[in-house]
């Protein structure tokens, strides 16, 4: 059954992004496999093929054969805490990203923590959007415009579960994570985007009116599907996916007339009007339907709309591609970031002169910023680099300062 292949690329930081950890050992268990990897400066694993099902058993809605092939990857470092991360998720084809985290050791010197993944709901089992234990008469809250924060509060469980942890989750993990846990990487590009925006809108509409915080809790969003979507603490991430995101992050779907983004339901498969079909969407895809004409087929009249963001990235996207010759300030920005994050990531080629000209040390340096994170190696800062250096440099300057 297993006859295909698909590839992983393990990552691992210690505590936060900022801080990539050099010569980690990386064990991968799981289909006749045992491999060991050791992490470059970094903090990257070279990539690997490994088994994974046929295609098709992702491409069609069914649930007699797992679609994806399953892995256990164990991360250990002298001085910092062994990771387990277990059900590690491969499909034919596909690029899996798995970001490890590994914390300083304090009193147990074999201290060791184990991370389950959760299947996605297309495989799993996940009760969908009843009946909310959250009613009001009044309206919620309501925020001035709609903004992209640098971060959100995810409640790991039920509104009402006090004991549930919660975590600070950067924006775009949140939705990658999310589209990772509902939809398959497989599908067309097309029907990824739609259920992107999808979870963007809903996401969006929790945090512009304060749905949860206006009722008295410390959060934005919960983790489970019975009240919003499913986020899965440390799950694995598509670049298919993953891509997408970056590309359309700061996008969202409303109906003309009103200020809100739209709260878009969806469920696997449904006839339900205002409500997406996830299994649909893909078959949508399949015959040639580009994303906005998805999202009109379940939604109606919708209109996408673009919100900015926060104050926290430090400057907002130029609205053009910086490459090569290029020269002006918006340049020198990304130059100045580039070489502040190589305090992190030495891999990145120093730019001797951050004068604002684009020559070939700052596209050497694109590059290599590029490959570290998983985004085309082209050289070129477009909408996606752009905000990618900037949230890493976000993240590397808050570190050196000890904001964490």
């Not at 295909?4 to 930081?13: A, H």
């Not at 949860?212 to 959060?219: A, L, V």
Request: net charge negative; aromatic share 14%; with cysteine.
């Amino acid at each position: 059954m297993n006859d295909e292949k698909g590839y992983l690329l393990v990552n691992v930081y210690v505590d936060n992004i900022a801080q990539p950890v050099e010569n980690a050992r990386v064990r991968i268990l799981g289909e006749n496999t045992n491999l060991e990897l050791f992490t470059n400066e970094s903090g990257q694993a070279e990539k690997v093929e490994l088994l994974a099902p046929n295609v098709e058993y992702s491409l069609t809605e069914q649930t007699e054969v797992r679609p994806y092939s399953i892995y256990t990857v164990i991360v250990s470092k002298e001085g910092l805490t062994t990771a387990q991360y277990d059900q590690v998720e491969i499909y034919a084809g596909e690029l899996s990203i798995q970001d490890i985290y590994l914390t300083n050791e304090t009193e147990n010197l074999n201290a060791k923590s184990i991370v389950e993944i959760d299947p996605p709901t297309l495989w799993g089992e996940y009760p969908k959007n009843v009946e909310d234990e959250i009613t009001e008469e009044t309206a919620p809250y309501v925020l001035k415009e709609v903004m992209i924060p640098k971060t959100i509060i995810v409640h790991d469980g039920i509104p009402s579960n006090q004991n549930a942890n919660s975590y600070i989750v950067p924006f775009t993990d949140y939705i990658k994570n999310v589209a990772c846990s509902e939809i398959y990487s497989t599908w067309p590009r097309e029907t990824i985007k739609a259920n992107v925006l999808a979870i963007i809108s809903f996401t969006l509409n929790r945090i512009y009116t304060e749905w949860y915080i206006s009722k008295g809790y410390d959060f934005t969003i919960t983790s489970t599907t019975t009240y919003d979507q499913k986020y899965t603490r440390g799950r694995t991430i598509f670049a298919s996916i993953a891509d997408v995101v970056d590309e359309i992050f700061t996008t969202y779907i409303k109906f003309p007339s009103l200020p809100q983004p739209l709260l878009a339901h969806y469920r696997s498969t449904t006839e339900e009007a205002g409500y997406l079909s996830q299994w649909g969407s893909k078959y949508l895809g399949d015959q040639g339907y580009k994303a906005y004409d998805i999202l009109r087929y379940y939604y109606g009249n919708v209109v996408l709309a673009t919100a900015s963001t926060v104050e926290e990235y430090p400057y907002s996207y130029p609205g053009k591609i910086l490459k090569n010759g290029d020269c002006d300030i918006d340049v020198q920005v990304i130059q100045n970031q580039l070489n502040y994050i190589r305090g992190s990531y030495p891999a990145i080629r120093k730019i001797a002169e951050a004068n604002g000209y684009f020559g070939d040390d700052t596209t050497s340096a694109v590059k290599t910023f590029q490959n570290i994170f998983s985004i085309v190696a082209t050289g070129i800062v477009d909408f996606a680099t752009w905000y990618r250096i900037s949230y890493i440099y976000v993240s590397v300057k808050n570190m050196l300062r000890g904001v964490y």
